[in-house]
Protein backbone atom coordinates (compact mmCIF):
# COMPACT_ATOMS: atom_id res chain seq x y z
CA UNK A 1 0.00 0.00 0.00
CA UNK A 2 1.59 3.18 -1.07
CA UNK A 3 2.18 6.00 1.51
CA UNK A 4 0.95 9.89 1.09
CA UNK A 5 3.25 11.77 2.58
CA UNK A 6 2.06 14.61 4.90
CA UNK A 7 1.71 17.51 2.59
CA UNK A 8 -0.40 15.93 0.40
CA UNK A 9 -2.41 14.32 2.84
CA UNK A 10 -3.13 17.80 3.70
CA UNK A 11 -3.82 18.60 -0.02
CA UNK A 12 -6.29 16.18 -0.01
CA UNK A 13 -8.21 17.12 3.24
CA UNK A 14 -7.85 20.68 2.21
CA UNK A 15 -9.94 19.34 -1.22
CA UNK A 16 -12.32 17.74 0.91
CA UNK A 17 -13.44 20.87 3.05
CA UNK A 18 -13.70 22.90 0.23
CA UNK A 19 -15.79 20.89 -1.59
CA UNK A 20 -18.33 19.90 1.20
CA UNK A 21 -18.62 23.85 2.06
CA UNK A 22 -19.19 24.39 -2.21
CA UNK A 23 -22.01 21.57 -1.41
CA UNK A 24 -23.52 22.68 1.90
CA UNK A 25 -23.94 26.57 0.42
CA UNK A 26 -26.69 27.42 -1.29
CA UNK A 27 -27.27 30.59 -3.06
CA UNK A 28 -30.70 30.99 -2.29
CA UNK A 29 -29.94 30.96 1.46
CA UNK A 30 -27.76 33.79 1.04
CA UNK A 31 -29.16 37.10 1.77
CA UNK A 32 -26.11 39.12 0.17
CA UNK A 33 -26.80 37.40 -3.33
CA UNK A 34 -29.50 39.56 -4.96
CA UNK A 35 -33.39 38.29 -4.85
CA UNK A 36 -33.68 37.37 -8.60
CA UNK A 37 -30.51 35.08 -8.40
CA UNK A 38 -31.94 33.30 -5.12
CA UNK A 39 -35.39 32.80 -6.90
CA UNK A 40 -33.21 31.29 -9.43
CA UNK A 41 -31.46 28.91 -7.33
CA UNK A 42 -34.37 27.76 -5.48
CA UNK A 43 -36.17 26.71 -8.14
CA UNK A 44 -33.69 24.45 -9.52
CA UNK A 45 -33.64 22.31 -6.32
CA UNK A 46 -37.50 22.20 -6.36
CA UNK A 47 -39.56 19.13 -7.31
CA UNK A 48 -42.90 19.71 -8.36
CA UNK A 49 -44.70 18.52 -5.64
CA UNK A 50 -42.30 21.33 -3.80
CA UNK A 51 -43.98 23.98 -6.01
CA UNK A 52 -47.04 23.07 -5.56
CA UNK A 53 -47.12 23.18 -2.03
CA UNK A 54 -45.62 26.47 -1.64
CA UNK A 55 -49.08 27.39 -3.86
CA UNK A 56 -51.39 26.36 -1.01
CA UNK A 57 -52.79 28.51 1.94
CA UNK A 58 -54.66 26.39 4.46
CA UNK A 59 -55.82 27.15 7.87
CA UNK A 60 -54.69 27.05 11.43
CA UNK A 61 -57.25 24.45 12.38
CA UNK A 62 -55.72 21.54 10.02
CA UNK A 63 -52.13 22.65 9.67
CA UNK A 64 -50.47 20.62 11.75
CA UNK A 65 -46.02 20.92 12.06
CA UNK A 66 -46.39 17.08 10.48
CA UNK A 67 -48.92 19.05 7.25
CA UNK A 68 -46.67 21.52 7.06
CA UNK A 69 -43.21 19.07 6.26
CA UNK A 70 -45.37 16.13 4.49
CA UNK A 71 -47.15 18.93 1.95
CA UNK A 72 -44.46 21.55 1.88
CA UNK A 73 -47.80 23.70 2.27
CA UNK A 74 -46.66 27.32 1.42
CA UNK A 75 -48.65 29.53 3.73
CA UNK A 76 -50.92 29.62 6.90
CA UNK A 77 -53.89 32.05 7.99
CA UNK A 78 -56.34 32.41 10.78
CA UNK A 79 -59.57 32.85 9.53
CA UNK A 80 -62.25 35.70 10.96
CA UNK A 81 -61.93 34.25 14.65
CA UNK A 82 -59.95 31.60 14.61
CA UNK A 83 -57.38 31.70 17.46
CA UNK A 84 -54.97 29.35 19.30
CA UNK A 85 -57.13 29.68 22.55
CA UNK A 86 -59.95 32.65 23.60
CA UNK A 87 -57.99 35.51 25.08
CA UNK A 88 -54.76 34.30 23.43
CA UNK A 89 -52.19 36.34 24.67
CA UNK A 90 -48.88 37.50 22.35
CA UNK A 91 -46.85 34.70 23.42
CA UNK A 92 -49.45 31.65 22.89
CA UNK A 93 -49.71 33.03 19.04
CA UNK A 94 -46.18 33.61 19.19
CA UNK A 95 -45.59 29.74 19.89
CA UNK A 96 -48.29 28.75 17.92
CA UNK A 97 -46.73 30.24 14.71
CA UNK A 98 -43.46 29.12 15.66
CA UNK A 99 -45.06 26.03 16.07
CA UNK A 100 -46.23 25.58 12.57
CA UNK A 101 -42.77 27.02 11.05
CA UNK A 102 -40.47 24.85 12.47
CA UNK A 103 -42.53 21.74 10.87
CA UNK A 104 -41.73 23.98 7.40
CA UNK A 105 -38.02 24.66 8.11
CA UNK A 106 -37.73 20.97 8.86
CA UNK A 107 -38.43 20.29 5.17
CA UNK A 108 -35.49 19.35 2.75
CA UNK A 109 -35.32 22.78 1.50
CA UNK A 110 -36.31 24.76 4.90
CA UNK A 111 -38.81 27.28 2.76
CA UNK A 112 -40.53 29.05 5.62
CA UNK A 113 -44.17 29.24 5.40
CA UNK A 114 -45.80 32.53 5.19
CA UNK A 115 -49.25 33.37 8.24
CA UNK A 116 -51.74 35.64 7.38
CA UNK A 117 -54.42 37.13 9.03
CA UNK A 118 -57.45 39.74 8.69
CA UNK A 119 -56.09 43.07 10.34
CA UNK A 120 -58.64 45.23 8.70
CA UNK A 121 -59.25 47.94 11.33
CA UNK A 122 -56.20 46.78 13.68
CA UNK A 123 -55.49 43.18 15.07
CA UNK A 124 -58.70 42.63 14.88
CA UNK A 125 -58.78 39.20 15.89
CA UNK A 126 -56.71 39.35 18.87
CA UNK A 127 -57.86 39.92 22.23
CA UNK A 128 -56.72 43.49 23.85
CA UNK A 129 -55.18 44.77 20.39
CA UNK A 130 -56.11 47.99 19.61
CA UNK A 131 -59.08 48.23 17.34
CA UNK A 132 -59.40 50.91 15.16
CA UNK A 133 -61.76 52.70 13.24
CA UNK A 134 -63.10 51.35 10.26
CA UNK A 135 -62.28 52.15 6.84
CA UNK A 136 -65.78 53.77 6.40
CA UNK A 137 -64.62 56.09 9.13
CA UNK A 138 -61.25 56.34 8.32
CA UNK A 139 -61.92 57.88 4.91
CA UNK A 140 -64.59 60.67 6.65
CA UNK A 141 -60.89 61.75 8.01
CA UNK A 142 -59.50 63.23 4.76
CA UNK A 143 -56.63 62.20 6.43
CA UNK A 144 -53.88 59.71 4.43
CA UNK A 145 -51.12 60.78 6.88
CA UNK A 146 -53.35 59.71 9.78
CA UNK A 147 -54.00 56.66 8.12
CA UNK A 148 -50.25 55.55 7.36
CA UNK A 149 -49.82 55.73 11.23
CA UNK A 150 -52.70 53.39 11.81
CA UNK A 151 -51.14 50.80 9.26
CA UNK A 152 -47.39 51.65 11.38
CA UNK A 153 -49.48 50.82 14.75
CA UNK A 154 -51.83 47.72 13.26
CA UNK A 155 -47.99 46.29 11.78
CA UNK A 156 -46.35 46.80 15.24
CA UNK A 157 -49.15 44.95 16.78
CA UNK A 158 -49.60 41.98 14.13
CA UNK A 159 -45.83 41.35 14.58
CA UNK A 160 -46.46 41.45 18.39
CA UNK A 161 -47.83 37.87 17.62
CA UNK A 162 -45.20 36.80 15.65
CA UNK A 163 -47.71 37.19 11.97
CA UNK A 164 -45.92 39.00 9.12
CA UNK A 165 -49.06 39.19 6.80
CA UNK A 166 -52.17 40.94 6.85
CA UNK A 167 -55.20 40.58 4.40
CA UNK A 168 -55.38 44.38 4.13
CA UNK A 169 -56.30 47.07 3.29
CA UNK A 170 -59.60 46.38 1.26
CA UNK A 171 -59.62 49.22 -1.44
CA UNK A 172 -62.93 48.45 -2.32
CA UNK A 173 -64.97 51.61 -3.80
CA UNK A 174 -68.52 51.40 -2.50
CA UNK A 175 -71.00 52.34 -4.80
CA UNK A 176 -74.18 51.03 -2.74
CA UNK A 177 -74.15 51.28 1.23
CA UNK A 178 -76.65 48.26 0.52
CA UNK A 179 -73.16 46.29 0.26
CA UNK A 180 -72.85 44.13 3.55
CA UNK A 181 -69.03 45.03 3.48
CA UNK A 182 -69.45 49.21 2.38
CA UNK A 183 -67.63 50.11 5.95
CA UNK A 184 -64.92 47.97 4.69
CA UNK A 185 -64.59 51.03 2.15
CA UNK A 186 -63.26 54.21 2.30
CA UNK A 187 -65.08 56.00 0.45
CA UNK A 188 -67.54 55.99 -2.64
CA UNK A 189 -65.11 58.55 -5.06
CA UNK A 190 -61.90 56.54 -6.00
CA UNK A 191 -59.94 59.58 -5.13
CA UNK A 192 -60.31 59.28 -1.46
CA UNK A 193 -59.48 55.33 -1.85
CA UNK A 194 -56.77 55.95 -3.54
CA UNK A 195 -55.12 58.53 -0.98
CA UNK A 196 -55.90 56.44 1.71
CA UNK A 197 -53.74 53.60 0.16
CA UNK A 198 -50.91 55.66 2.22
CA UNK A 199 -51.82 52.70 5.18
CA UNK A 200 -49.89 50.29 2.11
CA UNK A 201 -46.15 52.32 3.17
CA UNK A 202 -47.68 52.48 6.92
CA UNK A 203 -48.07 48.57 7.08
CA UNK A 204 -44.87 47.41 4.79
CA UNK A 205 -42.80 50.74 5.18
CA UNK A 206 -41.85 53.35 2.85
CA UNK A 207 -40.03 51.73 -0.52
CA UNK A 208 -36.64 53.38 -1.06
CA UNK A 209 -36.64 55.75 -4.63
CA UNK A 210 -34.40 52.98 -6.02
CA UNK A 211 -36.67 50.09 -5.65
CA UNK A 212 -38.06 48.69 -8.56
CA UNK A 213 -41.82 49.94 -9.14
CA UNK A 214 -43.89 47.62 -8.97
CA UNK A 215 -41.65 44.87 -7.10
CA UNK A 216 -43.45 44.21 -3.50
CA UNK A 217 -41.31 45.57 -1.08
CA UNK A 218 -41.59 44.85 2.96
CA UNK A 219 -38.94 47.10 5.30
CA UNK A 220 -38.13 44.52 8.26
CA UNK A 221 -39.63 42.76 11.16
CA UNK A 222 -41.86 45.52 12.60
CA UNK A 223 -43.54 45.29 8.95
CA UNK A 224 -46.37 43.58 7.76
CA UNK A 225 -46.63 42.34 3.82
CA UNK A 226 -50.03 43.85 2.78
CA UNK A 227 -52.94 43.01 0.38
CA UNK A 228 -54.61 44.62 -2.13
CA UNK A 229 -58.35 43.33 -2.20
CA UNK A 230 -60.69 42.55 -3.72
CA UNK A 231 -59.59 42.90 -6.95
CA UNK A 232 -62.05 43.67 -8.65
CA UNK A 233 -65.10 45.48 -9.01
CA UNK A 234 -66.02 44.43 -5.72
CA UNK A 235 -68.04 47.46 -4.52
CA UNK A 236 -70.00 47.97 -7.41
CA UNK A 237 -71.91 45.09 -7.53
CA UNK A 238 -76.23 45.02 -8.59
CA UNK A 239 -78.33 46.14 -5.08
CA UNK A 240 -74.69 45.67 -3.26
CA UNK A 241 -75.48 41.72 -2.69
CA UNK A 242 -72.35 40.63 -2.00
CA UNK A 243 -70.07 38.80 -4.09
CA UNK A 244 -72.46 39.72 -7.02
CA UNK A 245 -72.15 41.24 -10.78
CA UNK A 246 -70.93 44.27 -11.30
CA UNK A 247 -72.13 45.46 -14.15
CA UNK A 248 -70.53 48.20 -15.86
CA UNK A 249 -68.28 49.38 -19.03
CA UNK A 250 -64.49 48.88 -19.47
CA UNK A 251 -63.80 52.57 -19.03
CA UNK A 252 -65.98 52.66 -15.81
CA UNK A 253 -64.15 49.92 -14.14
CA UNK A 254 -60.72 51.27 -15.00
CA UNK A 255 -61.60 54.86 -13.88
CA UNK A 256 -63.76 53.73 -10.56
CA UNK A 257 -62.21 50.70 -9.59
CA UNK A 258 -59.02 50.10 -10.80
CA UNK A 259 -57.06 53.60 -9.92
CA UNK A 260 -56.09 52.40 -6.38
CA UNK A 261 -54.58 49.24 -7.41
CA UNK A 262 -52.24 51.08 -9.65
CA UNK A 263 -51.52 53.76 -6.30
CA UNK A 264 -50.94 50.11 -3.95
CA UNK A 265 -48.82 49.00 -6.96
CA UNK A 266 -46.67 51.70 -6.94
CA UNK A 267 -46.39 51.54 -3.10
CA UNK A 268 -44.87 48.00 -3.60
CA UNK A 269 -48.11 45.77 -2.14
CA UNK A 270 -46.64 42.78 -1.55
CA UNK A 271 -49.66 41.03 -2.51
CA UNK A 272 -53.34 41.19 -4.44
CA UNK A 273 -56.41 39.32 -3.60
CA UNK A 274 -58.75 38.37 -5.94
CA UNK A 275 -62.86 38.82 -5.50
CA UNK A 276 -65.88 36.78 -5.01
CA UNK A 277 -67.64 39.23 -7.29
CA UNK A 278 -67.43 38.89 -11.14
CA UNK A 279 -67.37 41.25 -13.90
CA UNK A 280 -70.19 41.50 -16.38
CA UNK A 281 -71.29 38.35 -15.79
CA UNK A 282 -67.57 36.55 -15.89
CA UNK A 283 -66.28 35.58 -12.25
CA UNK A 284 -62.76 36.88 -11.28
CA UNK A 285 -61.52 34.12 -10.17
CA UNK A 286 -61.58 32.68 -13.44
CA UNK A 287 -61.19 36.17 -15.31
CA UNK A 288 -57.17 35.57 -16.93
CA UNK A 289 -57.66 39.05 -18.87
CA UNK A 290 -57.66 41.02 -15.76
CA UNK A 291 -55.73 38.95 -13.70
CA UNK A 292 -53.16 37.97 -15.90
CA UNK A 293 -53.20 40.68 -18.69
CA UNK A 294 -53.92 43.39 -16.69
CA UNK A 295 -52.90 42.94 -13.22
CA UNK A 296 -49.40 41.19 -14.17
CA UNK A 297 -49.05 42.36 -17.73
CA UNK A 298 -49.97 45.93 -18.41
CA UNK A 299 -49.51 47.14 -14.38
CA UNK A 300 -46.47 45.00 -14.36
CA UNK A 301 -47.34 44.15 -10.67
CA UNK A 302 -44.82 41.53 -9.52
CA UNK A 303 -45.90 40.45 -6.08
CA UNK A 304 -48.43 37.49 -5.76
CA UNK A 305 -51.77 37.21 -6.20
CA UNK A 306 -53.68 35.19 -3.82
CA UNK A 307 -57.74 34.12 -3.60
CA UNK A 308 -60.26 34.79 -1.40
CA UNK A 309 -61.15 32.08 1.75
CA UNK A 310 -62.82 29.01 -1.29
CA UNK A 311 -62.77 31.52 -3.82
CA UNK A 312 -61.80 29.36 -6.44
CA UNK A 313 -64.66 26.88 -5.78
CA UNK A 314 -67.24 29.48 -6.23
CA UNK A 315 -65.90 29.95 -9.78
CA UNK A 316 -69.10 27.21 -10.39
CA UNK A 317 -72.51 27.66 -9.23
CA UNK A 318 -73.33 26.08 -6.94
CA UNK A 319 -69.96 26.61 -5.48
CA UNK A 320 -67.49 23.11 -5.80
CA UNK A 321 -70.11 21.74 -8.29
CA UNK A 322 -67.14 20.89 -10.72
CA UNK A 323 -63.89 21.29 -8.46
CA UNK A 324 -61.35 20.16 -11.44
CA UNK A 325 -62.43 22.82 -13.42
CA UNK A 326 -62.32 25.49 -10.66
CA UNK A 327 -58.96 24.99 -9.82
CA UNK A 328 -58.36 24.69 -13.89
CA UNK A 329 -59.89 28.09 -14.37
CA UNK A 330 -58.63 29.96 -11.08
CA UNK A 331 -54.82 28.62 -11.22
CA UNK A 332 -55.50 29.43 -15.22
CA UNK A 333 -56.51 32.66 -14.41
CA UNK A 334 -53.27 33.56 -12.64
CA UNK A 335 -54.14 33.04 -8.94
CA UNK A 336 -50.62 32.26 -7.14
CA UNK A 337 -51.72 31.60 -4.14
CA UNK A 338 -55.43 29.20 -3.19
CA UNK A 339 -57.07 29.92 0.07
CA UNK A 340 -58.00 26.55 0.18
CA UNK A 341 -58.26 26.61 3.29
CA UNK A 342 -59.70 22.95 4.80
CA UNK A 343 -59.66 20.24 1.84
CA UNK A 344 -55.97 20.64 0.92
CA UNK A 345 -54.93 17.40 -0.51
CA UNK A 346 -57.84 17.58 -2.97
CA UNK A 347 -56.46 21.06 -4.15
CA UNK A 348 -52.96 19.44 -4.27
CA UNK A 349 -54.07 16.24 -6.17
CA UNK A 350 -56.40 17.78 -9.17
CA UNK A 351 -53.40 20.32 -9.50
CA UNK A 352 -50.99 17.89 -9.56
CA UNK A 353 -52.80 15.68 -11.81
CA UNK A 354 -53.30 18.63 -14.22
CA UNK A 355 -49.98 19.55 -14.67
CA UNK A 356 -48.64 16.30 -15.29
CA UNK A 357 -50.80 15.80 -17.67
CA UNK A 358 -50.30 19.37 -19.64
CA UNK A 359 -53.82 20.99 -18.63
CA UNK A 360 -51.74 23.82 -16.70
CA UNK A 361 -48.42 24.45 -17.91
CA UNK A 362 -45.70 24.09 -15.76
CA UNK A 363 -44.74 27.93 -16.82
CA UNK A 364 -47.75 29.37 -14.65
CA UNK A 365 -46.64 26.79 -11.59
CA UNK A 366 -42.94 28.49 -12.12
CA UNK A 367 -44.97 31.80 -12.42
CA UNK A 368 -46.51 31.42 -9.60
CA UNK A 369 -43.83 29.82 -7.25
CA UNK A 370 -41.27 32.67 -8.62
CA UNK A 371 -43.90 35.04 -7.10
CA UNK A 372 -44.53 33.71 -3.92
CA UNK A 373 -40.45 33.12 -2.71
CA UNK A 374 -39.97 36.77 -3.90
CA UNK A 375 -42.48 38.11 -1.57
CA UNK A 376 -40.69 35.87 1.32
CA UNK A 377 -37.36 36.77 0.35
CA UNK A 378 -38.11 40.49 0.00
CA UNK A 379 -40.08 40.21 4.10
CA UNK A 380 -36.84 38.32 5.17
CA UNK A 381 -38.56 35.53 6.12
CA UNK A 382 -35.50 33.20 5.16
CA UNK A 383 -33.28 34.81 7.33
CA UNK A 384 -35.83 35.72 10.43
CA UNK A 385 -38.83 32.54 9.89
CA UNK A 386 -39.14 32.52 14.24
CA UNK A 387 -40.76 35.13 15.85
CA UNK A 388 -40.20 36.23 19.42
CA UNK A 389 -41.45 38.57 22.23
CA UNK A 390 -39.92 41.32 21.22
CA UNK A 391 -42.54 43.61 19.95
CA UNK A 392 -45.22 41.83 22.81
CA UNK A 393 -45.58 45.47 24.63
CA UNK A 394 -46.95 46.84 21.21
CA UNK A 395 -50.68 44.98 21.70
CA UNK A 396 -52.88 47.63 23.08
CA UNK A 397 -50.24 49.80 23.83
CA UNK A 398 -51.04 53.69 25.22
CA UNK A 399 -49.60 54.82 22.39
CA UNK A 400 -51.61 52.92 19.78
CA UNK A 401 -54.82 53.33 21.75
CA UNK A 402 -54.32 57.17 22.01
CA UNK A 403 -54.04 56.81 17.81
CA UNK A 404 -57.20 55.62 17.39
CA UNK A 405 -58.75 57.73 19.62
CA UNK A 406 -57.27 60.75 17.18
CA UNK A 407 -58.94 59.14 14.60
CA UNK A 408 -62.20 58.82 15.96
CA UNK A 409 -62.48 61.88 16.79
CA UNK A 410 -61.42 62.59 13.35
CA UNK A 411 -63.75 60.51 11.34
CA UNK A 412 -66.75 61.79 13.07
CA UNK A 413 -69.08 63.76 10.71
CA UNK A 414 -71.45 66.65 12.52
CA UNK A 415 -74.43 66.44 10.30
CA UNK A 416 -76.90 68.54 12.59
CA UNK A 417 -76.08 70.88 14.90
CA UNK A 418 -79.22 73.02 16.65
CA UNK A 419 -82.90 73.23 15.45
CA UNK A 420 -81.71 76.85 14.02
CA UNK A 421 -77.73 77.82 12.73
CA UNK A 422 -77.93 80.23 15.75
CA UNK A 423 -79.07 78.12 18.58
CA UNK A 424 -76.27 75.40 18.13
CA UNK A 425 -76.63 72.22 20.85
CA UNK A 426 -72.87 70.88 20.45
CA UNK A 427 -70.24 71.26 22.40
CA UNK A 428 -72.21 70.34 25.12
CA UNK A 429 -71.39 71.33 28.57
CA UNK A 430 -69.46 69.03 30.98
CA UNK A 431 -70.83 70.90 34.47
CA UNK A 432 -74.75 70.21 33.40
CA UNK A 433 -76.65 69.21 36.43
CA UNK A 434 -77.84 66.06 35.94
CA UNK A 435 -77.68 64.14 31.36
CA UNK A 436 -79.40 61.38 30.51
CA UNK A 437 -77.39 58.46 28.07
CA UNK A 438 -79.21 56.71 26.29
CA UNK A 439 -79.47 53.38 23.21
CA UNK A 440 -78.78 50.41 22.35
CA UNK A 441 -75.07 51.25 21.19
CA UNK A 442 -74.20 53.48 24.18
CA UNK A 443 -72.71 51.04 26.44
CA UNK A 444 -71.54 48.53 24.30
CA UNK A 445 -68.24 47.82 23.14
CA UNK A 446 -69.14 45.28 20.24
CA UNK A 447 -71.94 47.48 18.77
CA UNK A 448 -68.96 49.89 18.56
CA UNK A 449 -66.59 47.68 16.65
CA UNK A 450 -68.66 46.08 14.73
CA UNK A 451 -68.23 43.17 12.45
CA UNK A 452 -64.34 41.95 12.03
CA UNK A 453 -63.95 42.11 15.27
CA UNK A 454 -62.56 39.09 17.43
CA UNK A 455 -65.13 37.25 15.65
CA UNK A 456 -65.82 37.29 12.25
CA UNK A 457 -69.27 38.47 12.27
CA UNK A 458 -68.88 40.64 15.58
CA UNK A 459 -70.27 40.33 18.83
CA UNK A 460 -72.13 42.52 21.31
CA UNK A 461 -71.49 43.71 24.53
CA UNK A 462 -68.45 44.98 26.81
CA UNK A 463 -67.10 40.84 27.28
CA UNK A 464 -65.36 40.73 23.88
CA UNK A 465 -61.74 42.68 24.40
CA UNK A 466 -60.74 45.74 26.28
CA UNK A 467 -61.48 49.41 25.54
CA UNK A 468 -63.82 52.05 26.70
CA UNK A 469 -67.76 52.70 25.88
CA UNK A 470 -69.03 55.58 25.01
CA UNK A 471 -70.72 55.56 28.40
CA UNK A 472 -67.80 55.34 30.10
CA UNK A 473 -66.59 58.24 28.33
CA UNK A 474 -68.62 60.74 28.93
CA UNK A 475 -68.36 59.91 32.29
CA UNK A 476 -64.69 60.68 33.00
CA UNK A 477 -65.39 64.03 30.61
CA UNK A 478 -67.58 65.61 32.53
CA UNK A 479 -67.49 67.53 35.56
CA UNK A 480 -67.85 65.69 38.58
CA UNK A 481 -70.75 67.02 39.49
CA UNK A 482 -72.60 66.58 36.67
CA UNK A 483 -75.39 63.58 36.95
CA UNK A 484 -75.13 60.82 34.21
CA UNK A 485 -77.89 58.76 34.20
CA UNK A 486 -78.15 55.57 32.18
CA UNK A 487 -81.38 54.28 30.83
CA UNK A 488 -81.04 51.65 27.36
CA UNK A 489 -84.74 52.58 26.25
CA UNK A 490 -86.22 55.09 28.64
CA UNK A 491 -90.00 55.67 28.18
CA UNK A 492 -91.14 59.20 27.19
CA UNK A 493 -92.66 59.72 31.13
CA UNK A 494 -89.04 58.89 32.75
CA UNK A 495 -87.41 61.41 30.37
CA UNK A 496 -90.02 64.38 31.01
CA UNK A 497 -90.41 63.71 34.61
CA UNK A 498 -86.36 63.62 35.52
CA UNK A 499 -86.01 67.60 34.40
CA UNK A 500 -82.45 66.54 32.28
CA UNK A 501 -80.36 69.28 30.87
CA UNK A 502 -79.93 67.17 27.69
CA UNK A 503 -79.56 63.95 26.38
CA UNK A 504 -77.12 61.67 24.41
CA UNK A 505 -78.68 58.91 22.34
CA UNK A 506 -76.46 56.65 21.05
CA UNK A 507 -78.18 54.21 18.28
CA UNK A 508 -76.99 52.78 15.25
CA UNK A 509 -76.53 48.78 13.49
CA UNK A 510 -76.17 45.29 15.12
CA UNK A 511 -72.34 43.96 14.14
CA UNK A 512 -72.10 41.87 10.96
CA UNK A 513 -70.11 41.04 7.96
CA UNK A 514 -70.30 40.29 4.76
CA UNK A 515 -73.06 38.71 3.04
CA UNK A 516 -74.78 38.92 6.53
CA UNK A 517 -74.73 42.61 5.95
CA UNK A 518 -76.01 42.86 2.74
CA UNK A 519 -79.39 45.38 3.52
CA UNK A 520 -81.86 46.62 1.49
CA UNK A 521 -83.80 48.56 4.13
CA UNK A 522 -80.83 50.08 5.77
CA UNK A 523 -83.09 51.14 8.99
CA UNK A 524 -81.69 51.87 12.49
CA UNK A 525 -81.90 48.33 14.68
CA UNK A 526 -84.85 48.37 17.42
CA UNK A 527 -85.35 49.87 19.76
CA UNK A 528 -83.18 52.68 18.37
CA UNK A 529 -85.96 54.31 16.53
CA UNK A 530 -88.33 54.40 19.51
CA UNK A 531 -85.18 55.27 21.87
CA UNK A 532 -84.82 58.57 19.63
CA UNK A 533 -88.52 59.34 19.55
CA UNK A 534 -89.11 59.17 22.79
CA UNK A 535 -86.17 60.77 24.51
CA UNK A 536 -85.72 63.31 21.61
CA UNK A 537 -89.90 64.32 22.17
CA UNK A 538 -89.25 65.31 25.59
CA UNK A 539 -85.50 67.00 25.89
CA UNK A 540 -82.84 68.20 23.64
CA UNK A 541 -80.89 65.74 22.47
CA UNK A 542 -77.60 64.63 20.37
CA UNK A 543 -78.23 61.41 18.23
CA UNK A 544 -75.12 59.54 17.67
CA UNK A 545 -75.38 56.77 14.91
CA UNK A 546 -73.21 53.65 15.43
CA UNK A 547 -73.27 52.46 11.46
CA UNK A 548 -71.09 50.60 8.54
CA UNK A 549 -72.54 53.22 6.10
CA UNK A 550 -75.35 55.72 5.78
CA UNK A 551 -78.62 54.87 7.52
CA UNK A 552 -82.30 55.36 7.12
CA UNK A 553 -82.56 58.96 9.20
CA UNK A 554 -84.80 61.76 7.33
CA UNK A 555 -88.35 60.55 9.16
CA UNK A 556 -86.51 61.77 12.81
CA UNK A 557 -84.26 64.55 11.62
CA UNK A 558 -86.70 67.23 12.51
CA UNK A 559 -87.12 65.42 16.13
CA UNK A 560 -83.26 65.36 16.63
CA UNK A 561 -81.40 68.52 17.94
CA UNK A 562 -78.07 67.21 16.54
CA UNK A 563 -76.97 64.46 14.61
CA UNK A 564 -73.55 62.64 14.48
CA UNK A 565 -72.20 59.92 12.56
CA UNK A 566 -69.74 58.03 14.74
CA UNK A 567 -69.11 54.85 11.72
CA UNK A 568 -67.98 52.10 13.66
CA UNK A 569 -65.31 53.74 16.09
CA UNK A 570 -64.06 50.49 17.30
CA UNK A 571 -62.12 50.48 21.24
CA UNK A 572 -61.62 53.90 22.30
CA UNK A 573 -65.06 55.36 22.59
CA UNK A 574 -63.39 58.30 24.21
CA UNK A 575 -62.76 60.26 20.93
CA UNK A 576 -66.72 60.64 20.36
CA UNK A 577 -66.80 62.36 23.95
CA UNK A 578 -63.90 64.45 23.16
CA UNK A 579 -65.67 66.16 20.15
CA UNK A 580 -69.12 65.77 21.81
CA UNK A 581 -67.96 68.17 24.58
CA UNK A 582 -65.95 70.17 22.76
CA UNK A 583 -62.15 69.01 23.73
CA UNK A 584 -61.97 68.84 20.20
CA UNK A 585 -63.34 70.50 17.01
CA UNK A 586 -65.74 68.31 14.35
CA UNK A 587 -63.58 68.04 11.43
CA UNK A 588 -64.66 64.94 9.65
CA UNK A 589 -66.66 65.11 6.03
CA UNK A 590 -68.28 62.43 4.71
CA UNK A 591 -66.54 59.94 2.32
CA UNK A 592 -70.21 58.89 1.65
CA UNK A 593 -73.71 60.33 0.05
CA UNK A 594 -76.19 60.01 3.02
CA UNK A 595 -79.29 59.57 0.79
CA UNK A 596 -82.81 60.38 2.02
CA UNK A 597 -84.81 57.13 0.92
CA UNK A 598 -83.19 53.84 0.00
CA UNK A 599 -85.28 53.93 -3.35
CA UNK A 600 -82.65 56.63 -4.51
CA UNK A 601 -80.32 53.68 -4.26
CA UNK A 602 -77.40 53.60 -5.71
CA UNK A 603 -76.80 57.56 -5.59
CA UNK A 604 -73.57 58.84 -5.86
CA UNK A 605 -71.93 62.42 -6.02
CA UNK A 606 -71.58 62.98 -9.94
CA UNK A 607 -74.74 61.32 -10.64
CA UNK A 608 -77.93 63.57 -12.58
CA UNK A 609 -80.26 62.30 -10.26
CA UNK A 610 -78.29 63.29 -7.33
CA UNK A 611 -80.71 64.85 -4.69
CA UNK A 612 -79.01 63.57 -0.91
CA UNK A 613 -80.36 64.18 2.35
CA UNK A 614 -76.53 65.15 2.93
CA UNK A 615 -73.85 65.51 0.00
CA UNK A 616 -70.79 63.84 -0.19
CA UNK A 617 -67.89 65.75 1.42
CA UNK A 618 -70.78 67.49 3.64
CA UNK A 619 -69.94 68.35 7.59
CA UNK A 620 -70.25 70.72 9.84
CA UNK A 621 -67.13 72.03 12.00
CA UNK A 622 -66.97 72.78 15.56
CA UNK A 623 -64.61 74.77 17.45
CA UNK A 624 -62.49 73.43 20.61
CA UNK A 625 -63.71 74.99 23.52
CA UNK A 626 -63.34 76.26 27.17
CA UNK A 627 -66.14 74.34 28.51
CA UNK A 628 -68.53 76.31 30.99
Known amino acids: ?244 NTVIDWNGLLS ?125 LFENPLADLSLADQLGSKEHRELAREAVRKSIVLLKNGKSANKPLLPLSKKAGKILIAGSHADNLGFQCGGWTITWQGLGGNNLTVGTTILNAVKTTVDPTTQVVYNENPDANFVKSNKFSYAVVVVGEPPYAETFGDSLNLTISEPGLSTINNVCGAVKCVVVVISGRPVVIQPYLAKIDALAAAWLPGTEGQGVADVLFGDYGFTGKLARTWFKSVDQLPMNVGDAHYDPLFPFGFGLTTKPTKNF
Open 1 to 244: MARFSIPILGLLLLCCLSALTEATYSKYKDPKQPVHARIRDLMKRMTLAEKIGQMVQIEREVATPDVMTKYFIGSVLSGGGSVPAPKASAETWVNLVNGIQKGSLSTRLGIPMIYGIDAVHGHNNVYSATVFPHNVGLGATRDPALVKRIGEATALEVRATGIPYVFAPCIAVCRDPRWGRCYESYSEDHKIVQAMTEIIPGLQGDMPPSFQKGAPYVGGKGKVAACAKHYLGDGGTTKGINEN
Open 256 to 380: IHMPAYLNSILKGVATVMVSYSSWNGKKMHANQDLVTGYLKNKLRFRGFVISDWEGIDRITSPPKANYSYSVQAGVGAGIDMIMVPYNFTEFIDDLTFQVKNNIIPMSRIDDAVKRILRVKFVMG
